[in-house]
Protein backbone atom coordinates (compact mmCIF):
# COMPACT_ATOMS: atom_id res chain seq x y z
CA UNK A 1 0.00 0.00 0.00
CA UNK A 2 1.50 3.52 -1.24
CA UNK A 3 2.13 5.63 2.31
CA UNK A 4 -0.89 8.18 2.39
CA UNK A 5 1.38 10.90 3.65
CA UNK A 6 3.70 10.86 0.27
CA UNK A 7 1.25 13.51 -1.15
CA UNK A 8 0.32 15.37 2.08
CA UNK A 9 1.61 18.79 2.97
CA UNK A 10 2.95 17.95 6.09
CA UNK A 11 4.90 15.52 3.99
CA UNK A 12 5.67 18.67 2.39
CA UNK A 13 6.66 20.70 5.26
CA UNK A 14 8.43 17.99 7.24
CA UNK A 15 11.11 17.69 3.78
CA UNK A 16 13.52 19.87 4.23
CA UNK A 17 16.10 19.88 6.94
CA UNK A 18 18.49 22.83 8.81
CA UNK A 19 20.63 23.53 6.15
CA UNK A 20 18.09 23.87 3.21
CA UNK A 21 15.98 25.85 5.24
CA UNK A 22 18.72 28.12 5.95
CA UNK A 23 19.34 28.19 2.23
CA UNK A 24 15.57 29.93 1.47
CA UNK A 25 15.10 33.88 1.85
CA UNK A 26 12.80 35.66 4.27
CA UNK A 27 10.07 35.35 2.49
CA UNK A 28 10.02 31.90 1.43
CA UNK A 29 10.66 30.92 5.30
CA UNK A 30 7.63 33.33 6.66
CA UNK A 31 5.90 31.73 4.15
CA UNK A 32 6.57 28.10 5.34
CA UNK A 33 6.04 29.26 8.91
CA UNK A 34 2.42 30.41 7.91
CA UNK A 35 2.06 26.89 6.67
CA UNK A 36 2.85 25.03 10.14
CA UNK A 37 6.26 24.84 9.88
CA UNK A 38 8.21 25.43 12.96
CA UNK A 39 11.68 24.81 11.34
CA UNK A 40 11.22 27.19 9.14
CA UNK A 41 10.69 29.34 12.39
CA UNK A 42 13.80 27.81 14.22
CA UNK A 43 15.85 28.56 11.28
CA UNK A 44 14.29 32.80 11.30
CA UNK A 45 14.94 32.77 14.71
CA UNK A 46 18.45 31.79 14.19
CA UNK A 47 19.15 34.14 11.57
CA UNK A 48 18.39 37.39 13.52
CA UNK A 49 18.91 36.19 17.07
CA UNK A 50 22.27 37.98 17.20
CA UNK A 51 20.65 41.14 15.50
CA UNK A 52 17.79 41.84 17.82
CA UNK A 53 20.85 41.25 20.71
CA UNK A 54 22.68 44.18 19.04
CA UNK A 55 20.05 46.36 19.00
CA UNK A 56 18.81 45.71 21.82
CA UNK A 57 22.31 45.69 24.22
CA UNK A 58 22.80 49.12 22.63
CA UNK A 59 20.20 50.66 24.08
CA UNK A 60 20.01 49.16 27.86
CA UNK A 61 23.40 48.65 27.95
CA UNK A 62 22.86 44.95 29.71
CA UNK A 63 23.24 41.93 28.43
CA UNK A 64 20.52 39.60 30.43
CA UNK A 65 18.14 42.18 29.52
CA UNK A 66 19.34 42.30 26.11
CA UNK A 67 18.72 38.21 26.13
CA UNK A 68 14.72 38.72 27.98
CA UNK A 69 14.42 41.48 24.90
CA UNK A 70 15.34 39.10 21.88
CA UNK A 71 12.84 35.96 23.27
CA UNK A 72 10.08 38.74 23.55
CA UNK A 73 10.29 40.48 19.80
CA UNK A 74 10.79 36.31 18.58
CA UNK A 75 7.40 35.54 20.47
CA UNK A 76 5.89 38.71 19.21
CA UNK A 77 7.05 37.79 15.94
CA UNK A 78 5.12 34.52 15.92
CA UNK A 79 2.61 35.11 17.42
CA UNK A 80 2.51 37.81 14.73
CA UNK A 81 3.84 36.52 11.46
CA UNK A 82 0.42 35.68 10.15
CA UNK A 83 0.11 39.24 9.36
CA UNK A 84 3.21 39.79 8.35
CA UNK A 85 2.26 40.98 4.15
CA UNK A 86 6.17 42.29 3.53
CA UNK A 87 8.64 39.65 4.75
CA UNK A 88 11.12 41.41 2.40
CA UNK A 89 11.07 44.15 5.43
CA UNK A 90 11.21 41.59 8.06
CA UNK A 91 14.87 42.49 9.12
CA UNK A 92 13.69 46.51 9.29
CA UNK A 93 10.72 45.48 11.40
CA UNK A 94 12.82 43.41 13.89
CA UNK A 95 15.69 46.30 14.51
CA UNK A 96 12.02 48.74 15.01
CA UNK A 97 10.58 46.47 17.19
CA UNK A 98 13.63 45.53 19.61
CA UNK A 99 14.33 48.94 19.73
CA UNK A 100 11.20 49.58 21.24
CA UNK A 101 11.35 47.20 23.57
CA UNK A 102 14.44 48.19 25.15
CA UNK A 103 13.03 51.59 25.25
CA UNK A 104 10.50 50.91 27.18
CA UNK A 105 12.88 48.59 29.52
CA UNK A 106 14.88 51.76 30.08
CA UNK A 107 12.09 53.44 31.01
CA UNK A 108 10.68 51.33 33.51
CA UNK A 109 14.13 50.98 34.87
CA UNK A 110 13.39 54.54 36.15
CA UNK A 111 10.81 53.41 38.49
CA UNK A 112 11.36 49.96 39.07
CA UNK A 113 13.14 48.88 42.27
CA UNK A 114 14.70 46.08 41.30
CA UNK A 115 15.45 43.84 38.71
CA UNK A 116 16.78 40.55 39.36
CA UNK A 117 17.15 36.95 37.72
CA UNK A 118 15.66 33.40 39.40
CA UNK A 119 16.57 30.55 37.27
CA UNK A 120 17.31 30.05 34.01
CA UNK A 121 15.85 32.32 31.59
CA UNK A 122 13.92 33.94 33.55
CA UNK A 123 13.70 37.58 34.48
CA UNK A 124 11.45 39.57 36.99
CA UNK A 125 11.16 43.15 36.63
CA UNK A 126 9.48 45.83 38.51
CA UNK A 127 8.12 43.44 40.77
CA UNK A 128 6.21 45.58 42.97
CA UNK A 129 5.03 47.98 40.68
CA UNK A 130 3.08 44.62 39.29
CA UNK A 131 1.85 44.06 42.40
CA UNK A 132 0.66 47.37 43.21
CA UNK A 133 -1.20 47.52 39.91
CA UNK A 134 -2.42 44.08 40.81
CA UNK A 135 -3.76 44.63 44.35
CA UNK A 136 -5.10 48.51 43.71
CA UNK A 137 -5.39 50.54 46.45
CA UNK A 138 -6.54 47.59 48.95
CA UNK A 139 -4.90 48.16 52.69
CA UNK A 140 -4.03 44.05 52.28
CA UNK A 141 -2.76 45.46 48.88
CA UNK A 142 -0.39 47.95 50.35
CA UNK A 143 0.65 45.83 53.03
CA UNK A 144 2.00 43.21 50.73
CA UNK A 145 3.83 45.55 48.82
CA UNK A 146 5.35 47.37 51.82
CA UNK A 147 6.27 44.08 53.05
CA UNK A 148 7.55 43.16 49.71
CA UNK A 149 9.65 45.81 49.22
CA UNK A 150 11.16 45.94 52.63
CA UNK A 151 12.67 42.33 51.31
CA UNK A 152 13.97 43.25 49.02
CA UNK A 153 15.73 45.86 49.84
CA UNK A 154 16.34 43.81 52.95
CA UNK A 155 18.23 41.90 50.65
CA UNK A 156 20.18 44.60 48.95
CA UNK A 157 21.33 45.83 52.22
CA UNK A 158 23.26 42.77 52.68
CA UNK A 159 25.27 42.86 49.45
CA UNK A 160 29.17 44.10 49.91
CA UNK A 161 29.70 48.05 49.92
CA UNK A 162 30.94 48.01 46.35
CA UNK A 163 28.03 45.61 44.65
CA UNK A 164 25.73 47.41 47.08
CA UNK A 165 26.50 50.94 45.61
CA UNK A 166 26.33 49.42 41.88
CA UNK A 167 22.92 47.81 42.41
CA UNK A 168 21.58 51.50 43.61
CA UNK A 169 22.72 53.57 41.05
CA UNK A 170 21.95 51.11 38.72
CA UNK A 171 18.40 49.94 39.88
CA UNK A 172 17.25 52.00 42.55
CA UNK A 173 18.26 55.13 40.94
CA UNK A 174 18.00 54.01 37.22
CA UNK A 175 21.16 55.25 36.05
CA UNK A 176 22.86 53.74 33.41
CA UNK A 177 26.54 52.05 32.80
CA UNK A 178 27.56 55.31 31.26
CA UNK A 179 26.34 57.82 33.66
CA UNK A 180 27.59 55.35 36.28
CA UNK A 181 30.81 54.94 34.83
CA UNK A 182 30.91 58.72 34.65
CA UNK A 183 30.50 59.40 38.62
CA UNK A 184 32.29 56.80 39.20
CA UNK A 185 35.68 58.03 37.72
CA UNK A 186 35.70 54.31 35.86
CA UNK A 187 35.82 52.55 32.02
CA UNK A 188 32.03 51.72 30.94
CA UNK A 189 33.58 48.15 30.54
CA UNK A 190 34.48 47.99 33.89
CA UNK A 191 31.34 49.27 35.57
CA UNK A 192 29.68 46.99 33.56
CA UNK A 193 32.11 44.10 34.68
CA UNK A 194 31.31 45.25 38.52
CA UNK A 195 27.65 45.45 37.84
CA UNK A 196 27.57 41.46 36.74
CA UNK A 197 29.46 40.90 39.76
CA UNK A 198 26.99 42.24 41.88
CA UNK A 199 23.80 41.09 40.43
CA UNK A 200 25.39 37.18 40.88
CA UNK A 201 25.85 38.21 44.39
CA UNK A 202 22.25 39.22 44.90
CA UNK A 203 21.06 36.60 43.20
CA UNK A 204 22.62 34.45 45.67
CA UNK A 205 21.26 36.31 48.45
CA UNK A 206 17.40 35.97 46.69
CA UNK A 207 17.93 32.15 46.49
CA UNK A 208 18.59 31.52 49.49
CA UNK A 209 15.45 34.15 50.80
CA UNK A 210 12.17 32.94 51.55
CA UNK A 211 11.27 36.03 48.99
CA UNK A 212 12.05 33.82 45.94
CA UNK A 213 9.32 31.62 45.64
CA UNK A 214 6.87 33.89 46.30
CA UNK A 215 8.26 35.82 43.58
CA UNK A 216 8.66 32.83 41.03
CA UNK A 217 4.98 31.73 41.31
CA UNK A 218 4.43 35.68 40.32
CA UNK A 219 6.28 36.17 37.66
CA UNK A 220 4.85 37.53 34.10
CA UNK A 221 6.71 35.14 32.11
CA UNK A 222 4.97 32.23 31.14
CA UNK A 223 5.39 28.48 32.20
CA UNK A 224 7.49 26.33 30.57
CA UNK A 225 5.71 23.05 30.42
CA UNK A 226 1.79 22.12 31.30
CA UNK A 227 1.80 19.22 33.99
CA UNK A 228 -1.87 17.65 33.98
CA UNK A 229 -2.89 13.92 35.09
CA UNK A 230 -4.64 11.69 32.81
CA UNK A 231 -6.91 8.36 33.51
CA UNK A 232 -7.65 8.52 37.12
CA UNK A 233 -9.09 10.52 40.28
CA UNK A 234 -7.97 13.27 41.88
CA UNK A 235 -6.95 12.75 45.35
CA UNK A 236 -8.16 14.94 48.23
CA UNK A 237 -4.30 16.41 48.97
CA UNK A 238 -3.80 19.46 46.71
CA UNK A 239 0.06 20.44 47.76
CA UNK A 240 1.14 17.05 46.73
CA UNK A 241 -1.04 17.04 43.12
CA UNK A 242 1.79 17.30 40.08
CA UNK A 243 -0.01 20.67 38.86
CA UNK A 244 0.81 22.01 42.49
CA UNK A 245 4.51 20.95 43.16
CA UNK A 246 5.07 21.67 39.36
CA UNK A 247 3.63 25.71 39.22
CA UNK A 248 7.13 27.50 40.02
CA UNK A 249 9.13 28.24 36.67
CA UNK A 250 12.21 26.75 38.67
CA UNK A 251 10.26 22.79 39.49
CA UNK A 252 9.45 22.94 35.84
CA UNK A 253 13.23 23.85 35.03
CA UNK A 254 14.37 20.76 37.59
CA UNK A 255 11.69 18.32 35.56
CA UNK A 256 13.10 19.40 32.14
CA UNK A 257 16.87 18.72 33.32
CA UNK A 258 15.80 15.52 34.85
CA UNK A 259 13.49 14.02 32.26
CA UNK A 260 16.26 11.71 30.89
CA UNK A 261 19.37 11.16 33.10
CA UNK A 262 19.23 10.74 36.69
CA UNK A 263 21.38 13.37 38.04
CA UNK A 264 22.43 14.94 41.83
CA UNK A 265 21.55 18.34 43.06
CA UNK A 266 24.41 19.66 42.51
CA UNK A 267 24.55 19.22 39.30
CA UNK A 268 20.92 20.14 38.72
CA UNK A 269 21.80 23.55 40.79
CA UNK A 270 24.64 24.30 37.62
CA UNK A 271 22.29 23.62 34.95
CA UNK A 272 19.10 25.55 36.05
CA UNK A 273 21.56 28.37 37.61
CA UNK A 274 20.23 28.43 41.43
CA UNK A 275 21.64 27.91 44.31
CA UNK A 276 21.84 24.00 45.29
CA UNK A 277 19.72 24.71 48.66
CA UNK A 278 16.82 25.88 47.10
CA UNK A 279 17.14 23.51 44.59
CA UNK A 280 16.99 20.66 46.95
CA UNK A 281 13.92 22.25 48.78
CA UNK A 282 12.46 21.60 45.33
CA UNK A 283 13.30 18.20 44.90
CA UNK A 284 12.30 17.34 48.42
CA UNK A 285 8.86 18.40 47.14
CA UNK A 286 8.64 16.91 44.16
CA UNK A 287 9.96 13.65 45.00
CA UNK A 288 7.41 13.41 47.76
CA UNK A 289 4.41 14.26 45.20
CA UNK A 290 6.41 11.26 43.12
CA UNK A 291 6.54 13.74 40.30
CA UNK A 292 10.38 12.65 40.74
CA UNK A 293 12.01 9.44 41.41
CA UNK A 294 15.17 9.48 44.20
CA UNK A 295 17.94 6.64 44.04
CA UNK A 296 21.20 6.55 45.40
CA UNK A 297 21.44 10.02 46.18
CA UNK A 298 19.93 11.34 42.62
CA UNK A 299 16.95 12.09 40.70
CA UNK A 300 15.07 11.39 37.72
CA UNK A 301 11.83 12.45 36.18
CA UNK A 302 8.52 9.90 37.12
CA UNK A 303 7.12 11.09 33.81
CA UNK A 304 7.36 11.29 29.79
CA UNK A 305 8.52 14.43 29.15
CA UNK A 306 9.27 15.36 24.99
CA UNK A 307 11.10 17.72 23.66
CA UNK A 308 10.91 19.41 19.81
CA UNK A 309 13.22 17.01 18.60
CA UNK A 310 11.69 13.78 20.43
CA UNK A 311 8.21 15.38 18.94
CA UNK A 312 9.82 15.17 16.02
CA UNK A 313 11.13 12.19 15.67
CA UNK A 314 7.74 10.19 17.14
CA UNK A 315 5.58 12.18 14.16
CA UNK A 316 7.98 10.69 11.40
CA UNK A 317 8.03 7.00 12.58
CA UNK A 318 4.04 6.97 13.54
CA UNK A 319 1.95 9.63 12.14
CA UNK A 320 1.92 6.99 8.79
CA UNK A 321 -0.20 4.53 10.81
CA UNK A 322 -2.54 7.92 11.19
CA UNK A 323 -3.02 7.39 7.91
CA UNK A 324 -3.75 4.22 7.45
CA UNK A 325 -6.39 4.37 10.39
CA UNK A 326 -7.73 7.27 8.17
CA UNK A 327 -7.24 5.23 5.36
CA UNK A 328 -9.58 2.37 6.53
CA UNK A 329 -12.57 4.13 8.42
CA UNK A 330 -12.70 6.09 4.44
CA UNK A 331 -14.10 2.73 3.49
CA UNK A 332 -16.86 2.45 5.42
CA UNK A 333 -17.88 5.94 5.27
CA UNK A 334 -21.19 4.78 3.02
CA UNK A 335 -22.39 2.39 5.34
CA UNK A 336 -21.71 5.23 8.73
CA UNK A 337 -23.50 7.71 6.70
CA UNK A 338 -26.44 5.55 5.96
CA UNK A 339 -26.62 4.52 9.53
CA UNK A 340 -26.19 8.43 10.84
CA UNK A 341 -29.47 8.88 8.77
CA UNK A 342 -31.19 6.50 10.66
CA UNK A 343 -30.72 7.96 13.65
CA UNK A 344 -32.90 9.73 16.06
CA UNK A 345 -30.75 12.97 16.30
CA UNK A 346 -30.67 13.14 12.87
CA UNK A 347 -34.41 13.21 12.60
CA UNK A 348 -33.86 16.30 15.08
CA UNK A 349 -32.12 18.57 12.88
CA UNK A 350 -28.36 17.91 14.07
CA UNK A 351 -25.69 18.00 11.04
CA UNK A 352 -24.68 14.81 10.14
CA UNK A 353 -21.04 16.21 9.13
CA UNK A 354 -20.85 17.28 12.53
CA UNK A 355 -22.55 13.97 14.05
CA UNK A 356 -19.59 12.14 12.08
CA UNK A 357 -17.51 14.57 14.44
CA UNK A 358 -19.14 13.29 17.70
CA UNK A 359 -18.91 9.62 16.18
CA UNK A 360 -15.21 8.67 14.56
CA UNK A 361 -13.39 10.52 17.34
CA UNK A 362 -14.73 9.24 20.23
CA UNK A 363 -16.78 6.05 19.71
CA UNK A 364 -14.05 5.10 17.29
CA UNK A 365 -10.65 6.47 17.54
CA UNK A 366 -11.39 6.72 21.79
CA UNK A 367 -13.31 4.50 22.98
CA UNK A 368 -13.75 1.94 20.57
CA UNK A 369 -10.07 1.37 19.62
CA UNK A 370 -8.95 1.59 23.02
CA UNK A 371 -11.29 -1.19 24.26
CA UNK A 372 -10.44 -3.38 20.85
CA UNK A 373 -6.48 -3.17 21.59
CA UNK A 374 -6.82 -3.85 25.37
CA UNK A 375 -8.78 -7.60 24.28
CA UNK A 376 -6.54 -8.04 21.00
CA UNK A 377 -3.16 -6.65 22.61
CA UNK A 378 -3.21 -6.72 26.55
CA UNK A 379 -2.98 -3.11 26.63
CA UNK A 380 -4.26 -2.18 29.38
CA UNK A 381 -4.06 1.66 31.72
CA UNK A 382 -3.68 0.73 35.33
CA UNK A 383 -2.91 4.00 36.83
CA UNK A 384 -0.78 3.62 40.00
CA UNK A 385 -2.02 4.95 43.56
CA UNK A 386 -0.35 8.34 44.19
CA UNK A 387 0.52 10.04 47.65
CA UNK A 388 -2.32 12.48 48.29
CA UNK A 389 -4.61 9.43 47.44
CA UNK A 390 -5.44 9.68 44.01
CA UNK A 391 -4.82 7.46 40.74
CA UNK A 392 -3.30 8.86 37.81
CA UNK A 393 -0.29 9.28 35.29
CA UNK A 394 1.94 12.41 35.12
CA UNK A 395 1.69 13.76 31.23
CA UNK A 396 3.81 16.96 31.16
CA UNK A 397 3.95 18.98 27.78
CA UNK A 398 6.45 21.52 26.84
CA UNK A 399 5.06 24.22 25.36
CA UNK A 400 7.51 24.57 22.57
CA UNK A 401 6.73 20.87 21.82
CA UNK A 402 3.09 19.98 22.24
CA UNK A 403 1.94 17.01 20.55
CA UNK A 404 -1.63 16.86 18.19
CA UNK A 405 -4.28 15.96 20.97
CA UNK A 406 -6.76 13.81 18.92
CA UNK A 407 -8.29 11.30 21.77
CA UNK A 408 -9.22 13.93 24.32
CA UNK A 409 -12.25 12.84 25.86
CA UNK A 410 -13.95 13.52 29.16
CA UNK A 411 -17.19 11.15 29.61
CA UNK A 412 -19.16 9.85 32.09
CA UNK A 413 -19.53 6.01 31.80
CA UNK A 414 -23.00 3.99 32.31
CA UNK A 415 -26.62 5.04 31.36
CA UNK A 416 -27.89 8.31 31.05
CA UNK A 417 -24.03 9.43 30.77
CA UNK A 418 -22.16 12.32 28.94
CA UNK A 419 -19.23 13.05 27.09
CA UNK A 420 -16.95 15.79 25.05
CA UNK A 421 -14.49 14.92 22.36
CA UNK A 422 -11.32 17.64 21.76
CA UNK A 423 -8.69 17.89 19.53
CA UNK A 424 -6.32 20.40 18.82
CA UNK A 425 -7.31 20.86 15.17
CA UNK A 426 -10.26 22.36 16.81
CA UNK A 427 -9.84 25.53 19.00
CA UNK A 428 -12.81 25.48 21.62
CA UNK A 429 -13.57 25.29 25.03
CA UNK A 430 -14.44 22.29 27.53
CA UNK A 431 -17.85 22.48 29.07
CA UNK A 432 -18.67 21.22 32.18
CA UNK A 433 -22.46 21.03 33.38
CA UNK A 434 -24.48 20.68 36.51
CA UNK A 435 -26.94 17.65 36.97
CA UNK A 436 -29.42 20.21 36.32
CA UNK A 437 -28.55 21.89 33.34
CA UNK A 438 -28.00 18.16 31.65
CA UNK A 439 -31.66 17.51 33.24
CA UNK A 440 -32.58 20.40 31.14
CA UNK A 441 -30.77 19.49 28.38
CA UNK A 442 -32.28 15.86 28.02
CA UNK A 443 -35.91 17.53 28.15
CA UNK A 444 -35.56 19.77 25.44
CA UNK A 445 -33.96 17.24 23.51
CA UNK A 446 -37.66 15.41 23.52
CA UNK A 447 -38.91 18.26 21.97
CA UNK A 448 -39.07 22.08 22.32
CA UNK A 449 -40.26 22.97 25.55
CA UNK A 450 -41.77 26.69 26.56
CA UNK A 451 -38.89 28.98 28.55
CA UNK A 452 -41.65 29.55 31.34
CA UNK A 453 -42.11 26.14 31.75
CA UNK A 454 -38.17 25.72 32.49
CA UNK A 455 -38.75 28.64 34.95
CA UNK A 456 -41.08 26.37 37.05
CA UNK A 457 -38.33 23.86 37.60
CA UNK A 458 -35.07 25.37 37.15
CA UNK A 459 -33.94 28.53 38.28
CA UNK A 460 -33.10 31.50 35.87
CA UNK A 461 -29.54 31.08 36.73
CA UNK A 462 -29.61 27.05 35.84
CA UNK A 463 -31.09 27.88 32.41
CA UNK A 464 -29.07 30.58 31.27
CA UNK A 465 -25.69 28.45 32.17
CA UNK A 466 -27.30 25.73 30.17
CA UNK A 467 -27.49 28.48 27.39
CA UNK A 468 -24.31 29.57 28.09
CA UNK A 469 -22.29 26.39 28.00
CA UNK A 470 -24.36 25.60 24.41
CA UNK A 471 -26.22 22.75 25.56
CA UNK A 472 -29.81 24.32 24.87
CA UNK A 473 -30.42 27.41 22.48
CA UNK A 474 -33.61 30.03 22.53
CA UNK A 475 -35.58 29.14 19.64
CA UNK A 476 -38.86 31.96 20.15
CA UNK A 477 -40.45 31.53 23.41
CA UNK A 478 -38.80 27.88 23.45
CA UNK A 479 -35.68 26.05 24.34
CA UNK A 480 -34.33 23.31 22.10
CA UNK A 481 -31.46 20.83 22.22
CA UNK A 482 -28.10 22.47 21.00
CA UNK A 483 -26.00 19.22 21.10
CA UNK A 484 -27.27 15.58 20.51
CA UNK A 485 -28.86 13.22 23.09
CA UNK A 486 -28.82 9.27 21.65
CA UNK A 487 -31.32 7.24 22.69
CA UNK A 488 -30.70 3.32 23.18
CA UNK A 489 -32.56 2.85 19.97
CA UNK A 490 -29.35 5.35 18.18
CA UNK A 491 -26.68 2.68 19.76
CA UNK A 492 -28.48 -0.28 18.54
CA UNK A 493 -27.78 1.15 14.59
CA UNK A 494 -24.39 2.88 15.29
CA UNK A 495 -22.96 -0.34 17.40
CA UNK A 496 -22.37 -2.60 14.62
CA UNK A 497 -21.06 -0.45 11.66
CA UNK A 498 -18.72 1.00 14.80
CA UNK A 499 -17.89 -2.27 15.80
CA UNK A 500 -16.93 -3.02 12.19
CA UNK A 501 -14.13 0.01 11.31
CA UNK A 502 -12.67 -1.00 14.96
CA UNK A 503 -11.93 -4.50 13.99
CA UNK A 504 -10.82 -3.35 10.53
CA UNK A 505 -8.30 -0.54 12.28
CA UNK A 506 -6.84 -3.06 14.77
CA UNK A 507 -6.41 -6.07 12.18
CA UNK A 508 -5.14 -3.87 9.13
CA UNK A 509 -2.86 -1.60 10.93
CA UNK A 510 -1.91 -2.50 14.75
CA UNK A 511 -0.29 -5.29 13.80
CA UNK A 512 2.91 -4.44 15.14
CA UNK A 513 1.45 -2.09 18.04
CA UNK A 514 2.71 -1.58 21.29
CA UNK A 515 5.48 -3.01 20.55
CA UNK A 516 6.55 -0.50 17.69
CA UNK A 517 5.41 2.80 19.75
CA UNK A 518 7.48 1.12 22.72
CA UNK A 519 10.46 0.37 20.92
CA UNK A 520 10.46 3.61 19.38
CA UNK A 521 10.07 5.68 23.67
CA UNK A 522 12.78 3.60 24.36
CA UNK A 523 15.16 4.84 21.60
CA UNK A 524 14.05 8.22 22.93
CA UNK A 525 15.39 7.42 25.89
CA UNK A 526 12.54 6.62 28.33
CA UNK A 527 13.71 3.14 29.65
CA UNK A 528 13.03 3.79 32.94
CA UNK A 529 9.75 4.81 32.83
CA UNK A 530 8.22 1.93 30.69
CA UNK A 531 5.26 1.36 33.23
CA UNK A 532 3.57 4.69 31.72
CA UNK A 533 3.99 3.81 28.22
CA UNK A 534 0.43 2.26 28.41
CA UNK A 535 -0.91 5.47 28.77
CA UNK A 536 0.57 7.28 26.04
CA UNK A 537 0.70 4.60 23.51
CA UNK A 538 -2.55 4.82 21.71
CA UNK A 539 -2.58 8.64 21.62
CA UNK A 540 0.75 8.29 20.01
CA UNK A 541 -0.61 5.02 17.51
CA UNK A 542 -3.14 7.49 16.46
CA UNK A 543 -0.91 10.62 14.97
CA UNK A 544 -2.59 12.01 11.82
CA UNK A 545 -5.93 9.83 11.74
CA UNK A 546 -8.02 13.01 12.50
CA UNK A 547 -5.99 15.40 9.80
CA UNK A 548 -6.25 12.15 7.73
CA UNK A 549 -10.29 12.05 8.20
CA UNK A 550 -10.63 15.55 7.53
CA UNK A 551 -8.14 15.32 4.28
CA UNK A 552 -10.28 12.50 2.86
CA UNK A 553 -13.38 14.37 3.32
CA UNK A 554 -14.85 12.13 5.87
CA UNK A 555 -15.09 15.07 8.37
CA UNK A 556 -16.19 17.96 7.19
CA UNK A 557 -13.76 21.13 8.10
CA UNK A 558 -14.67 22.18 11.79
CA UNK A 559 -15.28 25.65 12.95
CA UNK A 560 -12.86 28.14 14.25
CA UNK A 561 -13.20 28.71 16.77
CA UNK A 562 -15.83 25.95 17.82
CA UNK A 563 -19.08 27.56 19.40
CA UNK A 564 -19.79 26.44 23.37
CA UNK A 565 -20.91 23.47 23.45
CA UNK A 566 -18.99 22.09 20.30
CA UNK A 567 -18.29 18.37 20.83
CA UNK A 568 -20.34 17.73 23.43
CA UNK A 569 -22.93 14.76 23.46
CA UNK A 570 -25.18 12.81 26.07
CA UNK A 571 -27.38 9.97 26.05
CA UNK A 572 -30.55 8.08 28.00
CA UNK A 573 -30.50 4.85 29.07
CA UNK A 574 -27.65 2.68 28.01
CA UNK A 575 -25.66 3.74 24.85
CA UNK A 576 -23.89 0.90 23.37
CA UNK A 577 -21.14 2.54 21.46
CA UNK A 578 -20.35 3.97 25.53
CA UNK A 579 -20.20 1.11 27.59
CA UNK A 580 -16.78 0.25 25.92
CA UNK A 581 -13.61 1.40 27.90
Avoid at 134 to 163: C, F, K, M, P
Wanted: aromatic share 6%.
Amino acid sequence: MPNPMSNSKETELAGLDEAALAGLDDAGLVSRVKEGDHGAFAALAARYQGLILLVAERVVENRDDAMEISQDVLLKLYRQIGELNRPGGLKAWLSKTARNRALAVVRRRRHAPLEFHCGQATTVHGQADRLLAENGTSAAGQAELNDLRAQIRRQVSVLAGEHQRMVRMHYLEGLGLGEIARRLGIPVGTAKWRLSQARQELRKELMMSELTDALRNRSTSGPLLQVSTVWGSTGPDRELRASEVTKTLLAQQILFCLRKQAKAPEEVARQVKADVSYVKEHLARMTEAEVLDRQDGTYRANCVLLDTDDVKALKSKLAPRGWQTADVIARHAEVLSQAIARLTVSAGGFDPGYLRWIILPTMVLNIGLQSRLEQAKGVVVKPPPRPDGGNWFYKPRLLAARMPIELGCNWSGGRDGHAQYWTSEVSMTITRPSAPELAILRRSAKGPVQTNSLADVFSEETVAAAAEHGLIRRQGDHMVANVPVFTPADGDILDPVLTAIVDDVVEQVYADYPDDVYALLDSLGFGFIRGDYAAHAQELAQMGAVRGLMDKAVLPDPPSPAPPGWGFFAWEGTFAPMERG
